[in-house]
């Protein structure tokens, strides 16, 4: 079982307590969050401190320290280019995943004129890039989903179709539900249309394939196992991007950069064994849940989904009371109910499918999880499900 | 469907309830009524709209509309 060293604690400043001793629970703390954030993978630790030793100089500058603190930059460049199977110079780093998109939609030529085209469940990041360029005076196109949370086709045709768009997002599979995108069909769409297609693949790069027909791709290092602080954007060759200047957010640390690649070479060669062992333990947690749990739904494509990730919603239950009473037995899981958000608004996804908001939570599994800690979960909602609705007297 | 009992009855006012509170009372409140009468549901939490038409889906009762902001309809089919 891991420990995750999440910072000072009470053992005094700057020393790091294992994330166990932080709960009450005497099991072992169970991290079932990776949608928001994977454990650093081992790999991404080792190139860390190698890359703090080695590559701390300005790699700008003209000196030794520097041309060293280049060739790891580069070398990095390059890991990223061949495992997403791109050009190194299509491939630029950002501060985090948000500030890869704020780049991609900055950097568009004429997106400022333009129409923009986007899946209702687009990630908050984009949604409210929409929002501000509403406020600008332009016009966006939502698309909405179907009860699983799979872009209308048809209606993403007729959007990029629109006289005057000049970008659609879709974001690759969903960081919520799990449901993967008809990602195939939206690109070839866009290509009739002559419309750039930007791709939020941060579920999906480092675990599944990424789609084809993309013109420009956002990733998130924490996503896949890499440190935090770390985007990835790549723009394909002849689209219509300069990037911004300034860059969003500034440029990542070197020393970040590189644990993030070589995280994302990890992950990727580990991708397909990871898919098959994480992919029939979702599937345990999808029937358990539905058998053992009364009045509730489960969420999302049941089988064109994510490998790692399960959402479903409780009836009659507060999602923060439930997020609690999970974290009290050692869980740490996500959820989408509005009690849980700083707006106190549900979550946009679960409103455009359809489905119950309340009492929401968001299974995430990664490397490290075992089918002891799933069956040991399952063991215990019910339990605890019941408990929250007989104090809610229901 | 009893064909005298499909007018509104006393509106549930669930105004400044956090969800899931106005479902749990929607669930409390239908079952007193009968087959085919419609309750009103007043909820001004921004998931209501939303929970109150998934609650219907599942539990197999008709969501019969939103006749005013923060009003809901639900009839009882079962």
């Not at chain 1, 959820?335 to 939570?361: D, F, I, K, Q």
Request: proline share 8%.
């Amino acid at each position: 079982m891991a420990e995750y060293r999440i910072g000072a604690g009470a053992g005094g400043l700057g020393r790091p307590v294992p994330y166990r001793r932080m709960v009450s629970s005497a099991q072992p703390a169970v991290y079932f969050d990776a949608a928001a954030g994977a454990p650093l993978h081992p790999v991404a630790r080792q190139a860390l401190a190698a890359a703090l030793e080695d590559g701390w100089a300005d790699p700008a500058k003209l000196y030794a320290p520097a041309r060293r603190a280049r060739q790891l930059l580069d070398a990095a460049r390059a890991a990223v280019a061949e495992t997403l199977r791109v050009r190194e110079d299509e491939v630029y780093f950002t501060g985090s995943g948000t500030a890869a998109v704020q780049a991609a939609l900055g950097g568009v030529t004429g997106a400022d004129r333009a129409v923009w085209v986007h899946s209702a469940i687009e990630h908050s990041v984009v949604l409210h890039a929409a929002d501000r360029h509403r406020a600008d005076g332009g016009e966006t196109v939502p698309v909405p989903v179907d009860r699983l949370g799979r872009v209308d086709l048809a209606a993403w045709r007729a959007a990029v179709h629109r006289p005057g768009v000049g970008l659609a997002a879709l974001l690759s599979a969903s960081h919520e539900v799990g449901t993967v995108q008809p990602a195939a069909a939206a690109a070839a769409a866009c290509a009739e249309a002559g419309v750039p297609l930007l791709v939020d693949a941060a579920q999906s790069i480092g675990r599944v394939p990424v789609p084809a027909g993309w013109s420009i791709l956002i990733g998130s290092a924490r996503k896949w196992g890499g440190p935090s602080g770390v985007g990835v954007l790549v723009v394909r060759k002849g689209v219509p991007w300069s990037p911004p200047e300034p860059l969003p957010g500034g440029q990542p640390g070197l020393p970040a950069v590189v644990a993030a690649a070589a995280a994302l070479r990890a992950a990727a060669g580990e991708a397909p064994a990871e898919a098959a062992r994480l992919a029939p333990l979702v599937d345990r947690i999808r029937a358990t849940v539905a058998a053992t749990v009364p009045d509730v739904e489960v969420v999302g494509d049941p089988t064109d989904r994510l490998p790692h990730l399960v959402t479903f919603s409780c009836l009659y239950l507060d999602g923060e009371a439930l997020l609690h009473a999970l974290d009290r037995r050692g869980f740490a899981v996500s959820s989408g109910s509005s009690c849980t958000s700083s707006t106190l608004r549900p979550s946009h996804v679960l409103e455009a499918m359809g489905v119950l908001s309340h009492g929401n939570v968001r299974v995430s599994l990664h490397r490290e999880s075992t089918g002891e800690q799933v069956d040991r979960f399952l063991a215990e909602l019910p339990g605890l499900v019941a408990g929250l609705r007989a104090e809610a007297g229901v | 469907m009893t064909g005298s009992m499909t007018g509104p009855t006393e509106p549930l006012d669930c105004r400044g309830q956090r969800c899931p509170l106005p479902v749990i009372a929607l669930a409390r409140r239908l079952p007193e009524l009968p087959v085919g009468a419609v309750l009103r549901v007043l909820a001004d939490d921004p998931a209501a709209a939303n929970d109150i038409r998934a609650w219907c889906r599942m539990r197999g009762q008709e969501f019969a509309g939103s006749p005013a902001p923060d009003a809901y309809e639900v009839r009882r089919t079962r």
